[in-house]
């Protein structure tokens, strides 16, 4: 994290999927919304500490009120979920405002796509809610293939499945040419539309099967 020195953890021991355990000069905690640890397994907020000056950096240009929701009593909250599994390592799960409540779970975007991603069609997804029949929300997946890819909606969805936990798996799917993104390439999430007319529906195939 550029907040913090760009290198927070340090994945050296190999394990599959985790972000590794926090450098020596920092120390990280994940917490619940009281501000408590969190158990094994259980997913909080990654908050870095340090006792050595400059580390953690002094605040954002301009911008207090940004500042003062990141630092608080010396601490860096980042915003990001985590968790610990039982031999300390770190697993990053999303930005905490990035998720979707669907079937009465948090589905973070970021392990959505990570998911979509490894598919060998796609050059690069974004995940969304959308409102939904019944409360809550479905999630929308927006899938840009690689040149000269046929990607067909139902076939990935059923990839999808096997890869997922089924209220992770996406309702919709829908097509781009591309994605408008910022100055620092990050997909402008804000500009995909939850309308579902152009979209593949999954509860719609299961129907009319």
């Not at 050059?123 to 479905?138: F, P, Y």
């Not at 076939?155 to 100055?183: C, H, K, M």
Request: glycine letters at 8%; charged letters at 25%.
């Amino acid at each position: 994290m550029t907040e913090a020195s760009s290198i927070t953890t340090c994945n050296d021991n190999g394990v599959v999927g985790s972000v590794g355990r926090p450098m020596p000069w920092f120390t990280v905690k994940l917490l619940r919304p009281d501000g408590t640890p969190v158990d094994v397994g259980e997913r909080g907020e990654i908050v870095v500490e340090t006792d050595i000056p400059g580390a953690i950096f002094p605040g954002y240009l301009d911008n207090p009120e940004a500042t003062a929701k990141a630092l608080r009593n010396g601490a860096l909250h980042t915003g990001d979920l985590g968790s610990w599994d039982a031999d300390g390592n770190l697993f990053f799960h999303g930005r905490m405002t990035d998720s979707v409540r669907c079937r009465g779970e948090n589905v973070s975007a970021w392990e959505v796509e990570h998911v979509a991603a490894e598919h060998e069609d796609i050059e690069d997804c974004a995940m969304i809610g959308v409102a939904s029949d019944v409360g809550e929300q479905d999630i929308k997946l927006f899938v840009k293939p690689r040149e000269g890819a046929q990607v067909d909606a139902a076939a990935l969805s059923d990839w999808l499945g096997a890869r997922l936990a089924p209220y992770q798996n996406p309702r919709y799917i829908a097509f781009v040419v591309d994605f408008e993104r910022t100055a620092s390439q990050r997909i402008m999430k804000h500009k995909l539309s939850p309308e579902l007319d152009d979209a593949w529906d999954r509860a719609a195939l299961a129907l009319a099967r």
